[in-house]
């Protein structure tokens, strides 16, 4: 597990490029150590740092405390969820539902429990949490042949974070000083590959005062990219060679093993 | 060490993978079977897909058929003929194989069949292998001959059409059985991930009735074919090969096989039926205990196949 980080010096920059102002919105800038992750031989997961600095009006100041909420996710996918019954006395795939639109990683971040940070209206409102997933989950479903679609939406976050593809982080979020905050987030080595979205929230009071979206792009680089791709776009030659790597394996055995 | 397999999306620990590949394949050199029977397995527990597991674990056997064969014809132990003809049985059946494996993952099944069809045949194979050598243990400690199988008596097999003459097994046989034999292997090949030297060995042995000198070269030479053409296939129509796991377990089972032959040149041939017997039930048991036994979790979740990946 490696930590990408270049985290002082971006600190500098964000506390030169963004001395605090006298009027005007509160607002956030970050931004995260790496934007390019790529899978390689050696990939089994990764952190990664995002960093910011949130600019409060002066006005604003010794004000209601602010929260901070951070979303990441992940492309989404079309997901099959199937549900075992017993059938004869063993466990069966039976009933089955798909789900169109199931971000394939989601990971909050945030200084407290995000319950306590805003009503869950608000964090529904703006797609933050499971509950606000789920809902939208539902929405993206289609073929149930029977049982309660609410099981199924609960069972794709069950499993998912079960495989801690879907995190929930209370506490990632720590301040430096008063303007500059830090979080880090866990892709595990099984993170489905694509475009990332970060989401920052900073909530004052319940509500949110301002938010920032950054990206993040995960995909397989070197000998793992070029296996892939010749196994998805030429699946012939990619056999063909396949075999012939164990056709020689298996003579330089034979070979071998003979002088002895 | 983790390593990335690129084709199963996953990590895993380049020991494990080296070790399974070095145990299974040092069981193998031992009891001089193939293996894919017990790697399989190992793999879908270690959380590979059973799709993958079954496609690598086809293209891993290539290289240890390749090599066990290579040392039969230097032997001069191959059937090439009786080889064709399971071979033209076997390219029917994997074919047929694959395309069920590709329907069977659409249905949601595919992982349920494979459970199945391990459940079905180690307990079968199982079963009368330590029935087989218990019976040889105990007449062996009274001292009663041996009941001498001999080839050559007249079944039902010789009363089928198509009769062609196998030189080397010196028979004179329809190639039916052969062909259905073949089928039959080629279709576990793609749907168990096995070479389906278990099957094969026992068929070749009491259906056919080929001399044991050359069964097992005549195997290896089909098993080699066979898994060559399974591997190819589910490249093309599944995308499930991982070449990097694949490449990893040779490795691990070539080495293995060295160290397991000459463990068992130091075993009885009796020993080691039972022991391979016991290990076959071993595993046909944790499989089918793993179907009754209630799931801590009743949903499973998939990326659609049907749309590619």
Redesign the interface.
Same mark, same amino acid.
């Given at each position: 597990m490696r930590v990408l980080s270049l985290i002082g010096l971006v600190f500098a920059g964000l506390l030169f490029a963004y001395p605090p102002t006298a009027t005007g919105a509160e607002s956030v800038e970050a931004d995260l150590a790496t934007h390019h992750v790529a @899978?390689?031989?050696?990939?089994?997961?990764v952190k990664v740092l995002m960093f910011g600095a949130v600019e409060t009006p002066v006005a604003a100041r010794g004000q209601a405390p602010r929260d901070i909420i951070i979303v990441i996710r992940g492309p989404e996918?079309?997901?099959?969820?199937? $549900?075992?019954? $017993?059938v004869a %006395? *063993?466990?069966?795939?039976s009933d089955?539902a798909?789900f169109d639109a199931?971000p394939g990683y989601y990971a909050i971040v945030s200084n407290l429990p995000a319950g306590e940070i805003a009503s869950s209206y608000t964090l529904r409102e703006h797609g933050i949490g499971f509950n606000s997933l789920r809902a939208n989950l539902i929405l993206s479903s289609t073929g149930f042949s029977t049982g309660n679609v609410r099981?199924?939406a609960s069972? *794709?976050v069950?499993?998912?974070k079960?495989d801690d593809l879907y995190q929930e982080i209370i506490g990632g979020v720590g301040f430096s000083g008063t303007r500059l905050f830090r979080a880090e987030f866990e892709l595990p #080595?099984?993170v489905p590959l694509g475009d990332y979205s970060a989401d920052v929230f900073i909530f004052r009071a319940g509500e949110v005062v301002a938010k920032h979206t950054t990206s993040l792009r995960i995909e397989?680089r070197g *000998?793992? $990219?070029f296996?892939?791709t010749l &196994?998805?776009q030429q699946?012939?030659i990619? %056999?063909?060679?396949?075999?012939l790597? &164990? @056709?020689l &394996?298996?003579?330089g #055995? #034979?070979a071998a093993?003979?002088k002895k | 060490m983790q390593i990335y397999l690129p084709i199963a999306e996953q990590s895993l620990n380049v020991f494990l993978i080296l070790g399974m590949g070095g145990a299974v394949g040092f069981l193998s050199g031992m009891f001089g079977v193939g293996g894919g029977f017990l790697m399989t397995p190992l793999l879908i527990f270690s959380g590979i897909p059973p799709a993958v597991a079954v496609a690598t674990e086809a293209n891993q056997i290539v290289a240890s058929s390749v090599s066990g064969s290579i040392a039969q014809w230097r032997r001069r132990n191959v059937d090439v003929k009786m080889g064709l003809v399971l071979l033209g049985g076997g390219v029917t059946g994997s074919v047929i194989g694959v395309q069920l494996v590709k329907i069977l993952r659409e249905l949601g099944q595919v992982d349920l069949v494979i459970s199945l069809s391990y459940v079905l045949f180690l307990g079968i194979i199982g079963s009368l292998m330590l029935i087989e050598s218990v019976r040889t243990f105990y007449k062996a400690k009274q001292g009663q001959p041996m009941p001498a199988k001999r080839p050559g008596q007249h079944s039902w097999i010789h009363k089928l059409p198509f009769k062609m003459r196998f030189k080397r097994s010196k028979l004179y046989i329809s190639a039916i059985p052969p062909l259905l034999v073949g089928l039959l292997v080629g279709l576990l090949a793609a749907v168990m991930g096995v070479g389906g030297g278990f099957i094969m060995v026992p068929a070749m042995i009491y259906l056919l009735r080929m001399p044991t000198s050359v069964v097992i070269g005549t195997s290896l030479f089909q098993i080699v074919f066979v898994t060559s053409l399974v591997t190819i296939l589910h490249s093309t129509q599944n995308q499930t090969v991982d070449a990097v796991l694949a490449l990893m377990l040779m490795a691990g089972g070539v080495i293995g096989a060295q160290f397991g032959a000459i463990a068992g040149q130091k075993l009885k041939g009796e020993q080691l039926r039972a022991l391979l017997a016991l290990m076959v039930l071993g595993m046909c048991i944790k499989i089918g205990v793993d179907l009754v036994v209630e799931p801590s979790e009743l949903f499973s979740v998939s990326t659609s196949l049907l749309e590619g990946h």
């Open positions: @899978v390689k031989t050696d990939f089994a997961g996918e079309k997901l099959r969820v199937r $549900r075992k019954d $017993r %006395g *063993i466990w069966v795939n089955s798909t199931v099981d199924y069972a *794709i069950r499993v998912l079960n #080595a099984n397989k *000998i793992e $990219r296996i892939y &196994a998805h699946p012939l990619y %056999g063909i060679l396949s075999v790597a &164990a @056709v &394996a298996g003579t #055995a #034979a093993f003979r | -």
